[in-house]
């Protein structure tokens, strides 16, 4: 980032002059530049500075609710002193009168987030100015979140670019930005957690002790310095923050959480049908195909290549009758084309951005000459989402929004691509009376597109969109699940992957994938088969690859590898219950899906830099291979008991082990106190009704909460939903498992509970003339009717 790195003076507050209570917070006055501290929450809070002392009334481009959408907080200001302390219920903020530097401070005086330099801005340049805060970095604290990055885990001593950007092919570990820009992190140290949300849309930079070791600063070269605090002080209370802030993903179909198999190539009507046939043929589970570009007809936007796909609503159809859902890709760039109804349409409209001297912007993507819709207006996402409609009444059910940072090639795609850009800066964008540059927007330009496509396909379809998008800001999930672009057929970007859904998770986006078996390249059949085991636990599941390699589909490594895929994916369906309901989670609270440990053992620092280690929901913990030709590896388990998923073997953490993994197996393991819903086989999603469901216990205290509904309309919205919570409590030579009072609307079909009570001995059967024991497992099984009642089993232990 050139420009941020340009020497230049930059001012600073000097002494706080006086203060006012204002609403739902306090404004401080520095004789000429003001500070604003709001108070949204009794844990978050809001800091903005004025220059010059007006707060501009502007948009917040990223926000789910404004500052008087939240209820009015009580917090008290106390004067001692130098300095002066604002006090909610959890956390105070100091501002010391001298400097103007503010920190905040838990119930128990421990302080986080202190300024260094603290708050500093450069001169008036062009209408905006460079903004810039740097703040301390206590002992023992990491960085984690950022969005979408290569690189490790903890995100301490690195610096890290917001800047939607679509990288060369083939990006390493130093490679930074990628497509997502989302200002977003979470700090961590033992018994303090806390998010930052940097709420600056231009282009921004986080520096998290590279540069001057033990302070880390965050600075834009635009816009004002405007950042929310959001405290723990554990993580789940900093999701939780960032939910109330940014928002959450609205629950997805439930089909959308079973296995996408997606090609660039799949270019004729013929190849779709025999895709889907043969993972019908084969076994393999699959919900959705994905149509890449080759389904247009020259690349136009919402159209159908005629050679092709001939008759696109008999095929989607004949794909829905057998189980499929159709989601077609929607790039940005509209062919400038007088023939082709998008371009004229959006010309009358008006709706093309244009550049500084008033000419509408043109660039180069897949069909050459391009012009590129302008989603900050709400009547352009308007008209974009009713283009929705056409692919809707064909039977598209989901929308694949890409190349929306947005990427502008050098030349046109017929004569290969050149570098790859982006819209000029000075562009114009922006609501009438609100216009800005490109250079404010350009990180939204993804969240635009996609908001358009979830509003108009939600309008069209009835029922819950999905839609995947590759770009994005601060907030994208509350329109679109996201995957990390173009990885390679590499081990490295299998390993890369950990860490990246893991920090996106943590970054409030928690409907995340990669490209399984990588998208450059050919996959060699260890690889194909490690990754599909990583990605058939991960959040959003899709196989995927570019034009030109070899197929990448779960059959196409021989049959060993065939047998792996359809094991993992057939584990992935008979987990969708627990899956939908850490879903539901998301949706309510904005808990990641996919958690790095240290989500629920803050206070275990060997967990920080354990990126190669993933907890699905707060049970099950995966341990993905991702060498060549290994077998075994190391697996770190927190304190507390562990199964392993496998041979139901206990162990006692923490601890370290050496994994036996040969090709067929992912090293698992299993909390003790966990209950893990369960269904049977299935094709896909929604094949048939959950019966029976399995209630896979293992012994120790635990809780779960499962959640069912139709799976496809919005009718949850209004009620129809229900849940049951299970718990699980182990008391000397007994243990209880309870099943709570089923609540909510949503009355599931009449259906069988099969109970598996792993890790117990004969005498665990007593008192239980139905249930069966297998001693080689240690496995006992139990099976009634469930007729929605409470009940509570009790069984002997050793
Ligand atoms: C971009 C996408 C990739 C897609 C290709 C062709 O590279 O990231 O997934 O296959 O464009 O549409």
């Known amino acids: 980032m050139s420009q941020l790195s340009k020497k230049e003076t930059f001012s600073t507050l000097g002494t706080l002059r006086s203060y006012e209570r204002a609403g739902r917070g306090i404004i401080l006055d520095f004789g000429g530049p003001r500070v604003a501290i709001t108070v949204l929450t009794q844990r978050v809070i809001r800091v903005r500075l004025a220059p010059d002392g007006t707060f501009a009334a502007r948009r917040s481009w990223a926000v789910a609710r404004a500052d008087d959408q939240f209820p009015q907080v009580a917090f008290e200001i106390e ?377 108009g396909l939600r309008r069209y379809l009835g029922e819950r969109p999905f839609v995947l998008t590759r770009s994005g800001f601060a907030g994208i999930q509350r329109w679109s699940a996201c995957w990390m672009g173009d990885n390679s057929s590499w081990w490295e970007h299998l390993e890369m992957a950990m860490p990246q859904l893991m920090n996106m998770g943590l970054s409030g986006v928690p409907f995340v994938g990669t490209d399984i078996g990588g998208f450059v390249g050919n996959a060699s059949a260890d690889l194909f088969a490690r990754w599909m085991q990583f990605g058939a636990l991960s959040p959003f599941c899709r196989g995927h690859s570019m034009i030109a390699t070899e197929h990448h589909e779960p059959w196409s490594f021989g049959p060993r590898v065939e047998a792996i895929c359809r094991e993992f994916l057939r584990l992935r369906y008979r987990l969708l219950p627990y899956l939908y309901s850490l879903f539901w989670e998301a949706a309510r609270h904005g808990t990641p899906v996919l958690r790095p440990l240290l989500y629920h053992f803050p206070d275990d620092l060997a967990t920080y830099q354990l990126h190669d280690q993933a907890l699905l929901g707060p049970q099950l913990l995966m341990a993905p291979i991702y060498h060549p030709g290994r077998e075994h590896r190391y697996v770190y388990l927190p304190a507390g008991a562990w199964y392993d998923w496998w041979s139901d073997e206990l162990i006692a953490g923490p601890a370290h082990l050496l994994a036996h993994a040969p090709l067929e197996r992912m090293p698992l393991y299993v909390r003790a106190g966990a209950i893990i819903p369960g269904g049977p086989d299935l094709s896909y999603a929604d094949e048939r009704a959950l019966d029976p469901l399995t209630l896979d216990l293992y012994p120790g205290d635990g809780t779960f909460t499962l959640y069912e509904d139709d799976g496809r309309s919005f009718e949850y919205e209004r009620g129809q939903f229900c849940t049951t919570s299970y718990t699980l409590r182990r008391t000397g030579g007994r243990l209880d498992f309870e099943i709570g009072p089923r609540e909510g609307a949503y009355i599931p079909p009449a259906r069988q509970i099969v109970i598996r009570l792993h890790g117990v001995d004969e005498q665990a059967m007593e008192g239980h003339p139905g249930a069966s024991f297998d001693p080689e497992h240690r496995l006992l099984t139990l099976q009634f009717s469930d007729d929605g009642s409470t009940r509570t089993l009790r069984f002997k232990m050793q």
């Open 79 to 455: 004067e001692s002193g130098g300095a002066l302390t604002l006090k909610t219920a959890s956390l105070a903020v100091l501002i010391e009168r001298d400097r103007g530097s503010l920190s905040f401070a838990d119930a128990e005086g421990k302080p986080f987030c202190a300024d260094e330099t603290g708050m500093q801005w450069g001169e008036p340049e062009a209408g905006t100015r460079r903004v810039a805060c740097t703040k301390r970095i206590e002992a023992d604290e990491h960085f984690f979140g950022f969005g979408e990055r290569t690189g490790p885990l903890d995100k301490l001593n690195r610096q890290l670019i917001n800047w939607a950007t679509d990288p060369a092919l083939g990006h390493g570990p130093g490679t930074d930005p990628l497509y997502l820009a989302i200002p977003v992190f979470m700090a961590l140290r033992h018994g303090l957690a806390y998010g930052i949300f940097f709420n600056n849309t231009w282009r921004s930079r986080f520096d998290m002790g590279a540069r001057r070791p033990g302070t880390w600063t965050m600075e834009a070269e635009g816009g004002e310095l405007d950042y929310y605090v959001v405290f723990g002080p554990a993580p789940q209370q900093v999701s939780e923050g960032f939910a109330a802030l940014l928002g959450t993903m609205p629950l997805p179909p439930r089909w959308a959480l079973g296995y996408h198999q997606s090609r660039w190539g799949h270019a004729t009507e013929s190849m779709v049908r025999e895709l889907a046939g043969e993972f019908r043929r084969r076994g393999i589970p699959c919900d959705a195909i994905h149509l890449d570009i080759d389904h247009m007809n020259g690349y136009r936007v919402f159209t159908w290549n005629p050679q092709g796909f001939p008759d696109p609503q008999t095929l989607l159809s004949d794909l829905r009758r057998n189980g499929f859902h159709t989601v077609a890709i929607v790039d940005p760039g509209v062919k400038s084309d007088p023939d082709f109804r998008v371009y004229r349409e959006g010309m009358e409209r008006d709706a093309f951005i244009r550049r500084a001297d008033g000419s509408v912007f043109h660039g180069y993507v897949w069909p050459d000459d391009s012009v590129f819709a302008d989603y900050t207006r709400p009547e352009v996402r308007e008209w974009w989402g009713e283009m929705q409609k056409a692919f809707v009444d064909a039977g598209i059910s989901g929308i694949w929004n890409d190349m929306n940072e947005p990427t502008v090639f050098e030349l046109p795609y017929s004569q290969g691509t050149g570098e790859v850009g982006t819209i000029d800066l000075d562009a114009i964008q922006g609501p009438e009376g609100e216009q800005t540059i490109h250079a404010e927007v350009h990180n939204l330009y993804g969240q635009g597109m996609a908001r358009a496509s979830y509003e």
